[in-house]
């Protein structure tokens, strides 16, 4: 079985500061993704970054970063400069390669902005 | 790039009827979708795969019967709620596998379910 933990209900942020979101992961596929996805209130899925469980190195995206730690099973997502866009809903997220592709959510973080 | 279209965006019902929820892959073929529903400031809790021609796969806990899928093309899945209850009430969204690349997952926009 798969199992996503997100154990940061919600976060408040200065703009311009980095801020880091937690996810830990359990699966017991060999091989496996991890994705970070941004809900804003309109409740559209913005894909923001994903990390194979068989890269090599930490997956970025502009201002996202992925710190994957295998050992710890940990896939915190970092942002940088932080913006007044960026208060929104963010899940953490994982398929394996043995559950027909499927995508299971973390229960996400509220990151809010302060200007 | 790929688009999922998800129809409608909002819908209010009576307690007791039906409400079909579309979502059609715009520029590519989608031979699996998945259905989730979220719950106000929950997550996203899978309720479904659908394979193009087959029947769906339900998670544990899904009243299939409740929560009809149908995959009957390439481009279109629907989800109907039947005799729909105010506890159904909910954000239904779509999510489709494109191409080849790992993370290529396309979300529908959502279709808000109010059952009055």
């Known amino acids: 079985a798969q199992k996503i933990t997100q154990t940061q209900p919600g976060m408040f942020v200065q703009e311009k500061e980095a801020v880091t979101l937690d996810c830990t992961y359990d699966?017991?596929?060999?091989?496996?993704?991890l994705f970070w996805y941004k809900q804003p209130s309109s409740g559209e899925m913005i894909f923001l970054i994903y990390?194979?469980?068989?890269?090599?190195q930490n997956a970025t995206e502009g201002r996202y970063s992925l710190n994957f730690q295998k050992a710890r099973k940990s896939a915190n997502l970092v942002i940088s400069a932080s913006q007044l866009g960026d208060s929104a809903m963010y899940f953490c997220?994982?398929?394996?390669?043995?559950?027909?592709?499927?995508?299971?959510f973390g229960s996400g973080t509220r990151l809010s902005i302060r200007p | 790039g790929a688009v999922v279209s998800q129809h409608p965006s909002r819908v209010i019902c009576k307690s007791g009827t039906s409400v079909k929820i579309e979502c059609r892959s715009l520029?590519?073929?989608?031979?699996?979708m998945f259905w989730y529903r979220q719950f106000p400031k929950q997550s996203l809790m899978l309720m479904a795969t659908?394979?193009?021609?087959?029947?769906?796969?339900?998670e544990q806990g899904v009243e299939k019967d409740k929560f009809l899928i149908n995959h009957a093309s390439l481009t279109l899945s629907t989800l109907t709620v039947t005799s729909a209850h105010p506890e159904d009430s909910s954000f239904y969204i779509c999510?489709?596998?494109?191409?080849?690349?790992?993370?290529?997952?396309?979300f529908g926009s959502g279709t808000r379910l109010t059952v009055v």
């Open positions: 699966t017991s596929d060999p091989s496996y993704g």
């Open positions: 659908s394979n193009e021609g087959s029947k769906a796969t339900y």
């Open positions: 520029d590519f073929q989608a031979t699996t």
């Open positions: 997220a994982m398929r394996g390669y043995s559950s027909a592709s499927k995508i299971i």
């Open positions: 999510s489709a596998r494109t191409g080849g690349m790992d993370y290529g997952y396309t």
């Open positions: 990390q194979g469980s068989y890269d090599q």
